[in-house]
């Protein structure tokens, strides 16, 4: 049996955009074609800012309603793998390049205040994400991200949140960080002393904050440091049933599972010949299905896990048997989807003849965006 290792698949979590919609120029009436007459010039569409910019005076509520509208339009993705483009030169705007990932729509609009209540206890508080609740409390004020984040499972989320006041700190056990508010210095000093494996930080404000503001903070944050963005919800926000912690179980099953191996083919056949390269070539699309599998199966799983696929190649190039001999996520759902994306696959026939079975690791691996975009 041929073991080979498949490329990695980096499972970002984001949806396919829809181009925005072109601005048709009116039609215009031609004069007659005479002798000394004129055409007038045509008329220029003015120029779109893009649905991403934010003008330089801009504030946190405005960041806010971009990334709704985002979200409702389905123009998620990005690419940039970092969350705001800063300015480039006085008086120029910011850019919200962060892939968008809310975990509650509509995306609220942005508090005008959170000072009481940040003051007023030291309650801890429950950042909500795609992949469910973030840390282990069971009460406490709620807030939402809406930027792409790999799953959280064994880290705990620290959440920072900017005011007109200064800035405060919460851990999901409501201590363990300045009471606030606080400088950007020491901000800057609490988070250079977290280890980096054990942490994802979440990072909010009132409505009114300038984004400039917000600019200065995402710089203090260390680039290892895991970081969404996340809007506060109202104090009388109930969950609905089935929203857990993000550590919860992927689920069991062992539907898709070969720890044993391939079954045994028919007694007589022919083992074939393929060169490496080309299996790994014929995998490529496994890649980009990973992907969307991940996504589909809403399976919190965590970097470097590892799922190793085994199947047959046919002698027409086909994918005969495939099923899973180690599944490091355990989710049942990422298994069956990655498994129809692999008989989904054509290789190249076997030679010179016959059939070639293959071992293919899979290790996911979640890229990391950047606080601020360099």
């Known amino acids: 049996m041929r073991r080979l290792t498949a490329g990695l698949l980096a499972l970002l979590l984001s949806s396919c955009g829809s181009a925005e919609p072109r601005v048709e120029a009116p039609e215009i009436e031609l004069w007659p074609e005479s002798e000394g007459d004129q055409r007038p010039e045509p008329p220029v569409d003015p120029p779109q800012l893009s649905p991403r910019a934010l003008l330089s005076m801009a504030s946190f509520s405005k960041l806010v309603e971009i990334a709704r509208r985002l979200d409702e ?114 901000v800057r000093a609490f988070l250079d002393g977290l280890a980096p494996e054990t942490v994802v930080v979440f990072v909010t404000a009132e409505a009114g904050v300038p984004v400039r503001a917000l600019e200065r903070v995402l710089a203090t944050i260390p680039p290892r440091l895991p970081v969404a963005l996340a809007v506060a919800l109202p104090a009388d926000t109930t969950l609905p049933p089935g929203i857990g912690p993000a550590e919860r179980p992927l689920g069991g099953g062992t539907e898709g599972l070969c720890p044993d191996g391939l079954p045994p083919g028919p007694g007589g056949r022919i083992e074939g010949e393929l060169d490496p390269a080309l299996i790994r070539q014929a995998l490529a699309p496994l890649d980009e299905a990973g992907r969307e599998c991940v996504a589909g199966s809403g399976a919190a799983v965590a970097s470097g896990s590892v799922l190793d696929l085994a199947f047959r190649i046919a002698e027409d190039g086909t994918v005969a048997e495939a099923c899973v001999t180690n599944d490091g996520p355990g989710s049942v759902a990422l298994r069956r989807c990655l498994l129809e994306a692999l008989r989904a696959l054509s290789f190249p026939r076997p030679i010179p003849g016959g059939t070639v079975d293959v071992e293919a690791p899979l290790v996911v691996q979640h890229e990391i965006e950047l606080p601020l975009c360099r």
């Open 73 to 186: 339009s389905d123009d998620t993705e990005s690419g940039a793998r970092c969350i705001l483009r800063p300015r480039t030169s006085a008086g120029a705007g910011y850019r919200l390049e962060a892939e968008i990932a809310v975990a509650v729509r509509p995306l609220p609009d942005a508090p005008e205040d959170l000072d009481a209540r940040l003051r007023a206890s030291g309650e801890p508080i429950r950042p909500l994400t795609r992949w469910g609740l973030a840390g282990a409390a069971l009460d406490g004020m709620l807030v939402a991200s809406f930027t792409a984040l790999p799953p959280v499972r064994g880290r705990a989320p620290i959440v920072l949140a900017l005011t007109n006041e200064g800035h405060y700190l919460r851990r999901d056990s409501g201590g363990g960080a300045p009471a606030g508010p606080v400088s950007v210095d020491a």
